[in-house]
């Protein structure tokens, strides 16, 4: 037998069955989004739902002349506050188990914000929006619907108080809605806070407490005849039908196309009596999946955050994600029975809202003391540790003698700009953030003055730019990139004798943010064959410029890059022993063009080639531990010390 609904005045069933539509389209979208790709809708539908029973709740209140903040708010603590608690407890307990120093760090941020209902903030100040996958790495992501509607929770009844005293409430709160509506194309260029922000979601919720005052005010639903229920309810389905078909990542939301659900939603509350309302929704086992939305909403998603952070960003197989759904189900249930429920029952009271107040608070301090103690790198053994110490290069990007002298206001804000005041620079590095990461065993192991000039994610080849560095230069007749006019002033500086290009150059062939022009017609990022026919063309006029100018060149070709994130090899639950993998699989994505710059760069004389492949990797085993210290950072950049296995080869040569 299900567990039966509450027996509460005007308790309408079928509104717990609908959430139960709402949280059923929103996990089957996190765990099979290539299935369900506008099941995010689902969120719409519960803020439509929120904005009716809160506003019908206020609106009852404010016409008995009983309304109390106190109480509204020690009712909102008692129904938020336990579960969210339990939430943030066991996702602090998992992290710390599964997770590394540093992935702890970033997890407890998520956990801070997220005990101050800030989360959405954080996703606007910290992300690249919702469909990013550093965001679907993040345990409490789904955190930012919460974040919400508490917020919406905090000015909502003040604005109705004080609306309701000036006899002002529905036609305000209409115009409110709009400007809320409208706000959307108001911020249309900057998705991430449209998608994320009260004062674009308002509107959402507004439409359901319109519709709550005007059920409550002239008693609508108890007029309206059965055949307009059916009507309204069958037209409502339709509609949040249409809303999950057609709506995927590409559209921009909210907008226009978010009627769908939020219309919806109302029209199937409207169909309160109808047939589908009354059989399906109100069902017993529908209104029992309703009932445990809320915590099967906090719990759905940290299971296949977690998954992804442990596979290093990939996806979870079929099976596996059938098997989380129910491990998250399993522990929303846990919550609800011994949890939330127990506490519901309990008076509203300020003691009681003090103390899980109290609690809150108390998680939100555990998790900025273990931020401070740097994710608790003392759960990892020592070797562990040791390793973790190691694995950073902090290397300065720019320094302003650099900028004056090699042109500040060229290289913007993506740039690399490094030189030392008082030395005459001759040596050169180009590149992007894989000649920064040699500067610290290059500037270590040589008296000469060095200059480092590039740009992040853009390969140090002429006619080549970066859209977001760049955005303008994607338009043809702009002139030259202002990379290219630093390049100039190395190749025309008479002082400067050997130039070193490092970069990662597989990105030439592969990155989305990438762009060229070849024989006046731009190179997109996703034409592969051009993109080939470009890097050879541009690699070698690149290298008869320097040649003419007689510059001595040398090329870093790619380091080896490693197919896991380096994180895993500093969780407690990991060897470091395993922290590796072979040549030829570190080598899978660099090959290729490592092979082609080595056939340009044999036609050059002037030209040296340098791979530290035979350097990182022996025996045909690459590992990112070398004596008991990290070779790398991330997947593919160096370490401090990494960098200082690399530099003497460079300059060995450059003594010859």
């Not at 929120?50 to 903040?69: A, D, P, T, V, Y």
């Not at 300065?396 to 993506?414: I, M, N």
């Not at 740039?415 to 040596?427: H, L, P, Q, V, W």
């Amino acid at each position: 037998m299900f567990y039966s609904p509450p027996r509460i005045n005007n308790y309408r069933p079928d509104i717990d069955g609908l959430r139960a539509i709402a949280i059923l389209t929103v996990v089957f979208f996190h765990t099979f989004p290539e299935f369900f790709p506008g099941g995010f809708i689902g969120v719409d539908i519960f803020f439509v739902i929120s904005g009716f029973l809160i506003s019908g709740i206020i609106f009852k209140k404010l016409e008995k002349e009983n309304f109390s903040f106190t109480d509204f708010y020690f009712r909102r603590i008692r129904r938020i506050f336990p579960a969210l608690i339990f939430l943030l407890i066991g996702i602090t307990i998992a992290g710390c188990i599964l997770l590394a120093p540093p992935e702890l760090r970033l997890l407890v941020r998520q956990i801070c914000w997220g005990a101050f209902f800030g989360e959405n903030i954080y996703l606007i100040k910290s992300t690249g929006g919702y469909w990013d996958q550093a965001t679907e790495m993040m345990p409490l992501m789904h955190l930012w619907t919460l974040a919400v509607e508490e917020q919406f929770y905090i000015f909502y009844p003040l604005i109705c108080v004080i609306l309701f005293k000036i006899k002002k409430l529905v036609s305000a709160l209409v115009i409110l809605t709009l400007l809320s509506f409208f706000s959307v194309y108001f911020f249309k260029d900057n998705t991430i806070l449209n998608f994320y922000s009260l004062h674009t979601r308002f509107w959402e919720l507004a439409c359901g407490g319109l519709l709550a005052f005007y059920i409550n005010k002239n008693n609508f639903l108890s007029t309206l005849s059965l055949a307009k229920q059916n009507l309204s309810s069958f037209s409502g389905i339709l509609l949040v039908t249409i809303g999950l078909v057609i709506t995927n990542e590409q559209d921009k939301f909210p907008g226009i196309i978010t009627l769908f659900p939020v219309l919806g939603t109302l029209l199937i509350l409207i169909g309160q009596n109808s047939i589908f309302n009354k059989s399906i929704l109100s069902h017993r086992l529908v209104v029992f999946v309703g009932l445990i939305s809320y915590t099967w909403y906090l719990w759905h998603w940290p299971p296949l955050a977690f998954s992804r952070i442990i596979l290093g960003g990939d996806i979870p197989g079929f099976g596996a994600r059938i098997i989380l759904i129910f491990v998250g189900l399993l522990i929303a249930i846990i919550s609800y029975f011994f949890v939330e429920n127990p506490i519901r029952k309990m008076k509203a009271t300020l003691r009681l809202s003090i103390s899980l107040s109290v609690i809150l608070f108390f998680v939100f301090a555990s998790g900025t003391t273990i931020r401070l103690m740097k994710g608790l790198p003392q759960r990892l053994d020592k070797a562990q540790q040791l390793v973790l110490e190691s694995a950073d290069n902090n290397f300065p990007h720019t320094t302003d003698y650099c900028l004056e002298k090699y042109g500040k206001g060229s290289l913007d804000a993506y740039s690399f700009c490094y030189a030392e005041k008082g030395k005459t620079a001759e040596i050169a590095i180009l590149g992007d953030s894989h000649g920064r990461h040699l500067l610290r065993g290059l500037f270590a192991g040589t008296s000469k003055g060095i200059v480092f000039l590039g740009m992040k994610g853009t390969p140090a080849i002429k006619n080549v730019f970066e859209v977001t560095a760049e955005p303008n230069y994607i338009k043809k007749g702009q002139g030259q990139s202002m990379l290219d006019k630093a390049f100039d002033k190395i190749l025309n500086d008479p002082k400067i004798k050997t130039v070193i290009l490092a970069s990662r150059w597989n990105l030439f062939l592969n990155s989305p943010g990438l762009y060229s022009w070849l024989n006046d017609n731009r190179v997109e990022p996703n034409d592969y064959t051009k993109r080939e026919e470009a890097l050879k063309l541009f690699m070698t006029d690149w290298l008869k410029q320097l040649q003419t100018h007689k510059k001595n060149v040398m090329i870093i070709l790619n380091t080896p890059e490693f197919p896991f994130t380096v994180y895993s090899c500093y969780r407690p639950i990991f060897s470091l022993d395993k922290c590796g993998v072979s040549q030829k699989e570190a080598t899978a994505a660099t090959s290729k063009v490592n092979e082609i710059i080595k056939g340009i760069s044999s036609k050059f004389t002037n030209v040296e080639v340098i791979d530290p492949t035979n350097i990182v990797c022996k025996n045909g085993y690459c590992s990112l531990v070398n004596n008991g210290k990290a070779v790398y950072r991330d997947e593919n950049h160096l370490t401090s010390y990494g960098s200082t296995l690399i530099a003497p080869a460079i300059l060995e040569k450059l003594k010859d």
